[in-house]
């Protein structure tokens, strides 16, 4: 399974937009990225996932350079509601188990 | 609301206890999970079911044991257990296993 490295935590104020920078280096050709949020004492909620390029949603927008080897979570005009941890996975989608890391605890202050 | 839903949403139990976890969804998925999460620890992978068959079991003790009666129901029985399996237990299901994974609210468990 790929490994993911990505930052503890980030600070941001209300209405900037926020990048979460996720590693993995050692991705396999049928990787997938995917994204998670997750709320204090609630399950975590499907973001985005994505394959190459850029993937765009309702709620965020996933970066993806040609080599695969990191990802960039884009989160446009973050208000309170948004602090949250952020989990970035990375696995064929469909057969592998999904491994959750640490994350990134997101704090968006007034 | 995800369409996971899970009761009870607390628990306190002792170690002499037994008790059970029930977790129901409504999205008509095929494959369902239990998660265990600790306190600053990220989520660890518990239990799969697929169709109803078990497919995955992590070396978890045997003080927890699942039960899925139909592809909508998953049970987490529980017995003999240790204040360190206190945590926040978190059911999920999806079409395919290993899929986009939806969550319920989770049980958060104390046992003293």
């Known amino acids: 399974l790929a490994k993911t490295t990505q930052p503890i935590s980030m600070d941001s104020y209300e209405g900037q937009e926020v990048n979460i920078t996720c590693s993995h280096n050692n991705i396999a050709t049928n990787d997938y990225i995917t994204w998670y949020q997750q709320f204090p004492s609630q399950g975590p909620r499907f973001i985005i996932q994505g394959y190459k390029t850029k993937v765009t949603n309702e709620v965020a927008s996933l970066f993806i350079p040609a080599d695969r080897k990191s990802s960039t979570l884009s989160l446009p005009r973050v208000s309170l509601s948004d602090t949250a941890v952020y989990y970035c996975?990375?696995?064929?989608?469909?057969?592998?188990?999904?491994?959750f890391g640490k994350g990134t605890r997101l704090s968006v202050i007034a | 609301e995800t369409g996971v839903t899970q009761t009870p949403r607390h628990l306190v139990m002792g170690m002499t206890n037994k008790k059970s976890l029930k977790c129901e969804q409504h999205?008509?998925?095929?494959?369902m999970y239990w998660y265990k999460q600790s306190a600053k620890k990220p989520l660890e992978l518990m239990f799969v079911y697929n169709f109803k068959e078990q497919t995955e079991n992590n070396s978890v003790p045997s003080r927890f044991s699942p039960e899925c009666p139909n592809s909508s129901h998953l049970f987490l029985h529980l017995h003999t257990l240790q204040p360190e399996d206190s945590a926040l237990y978190l059911c999920?299901?999806?079409?395919?296993?290993?899929?986009?994974?939806?969550f319920g609210p989770g049980t958060r468990l104390t046992v003293t």
């Open positions: 999920a299901s999806s079409q395919g296993t290993f899929y986009e994974q939806y």
């Open positions: 996975l990375v696995g064929d989608g469909g057969n592998t188990p999904l491994v």
């Open positions: 999205l008509g998925h095929n494959a």
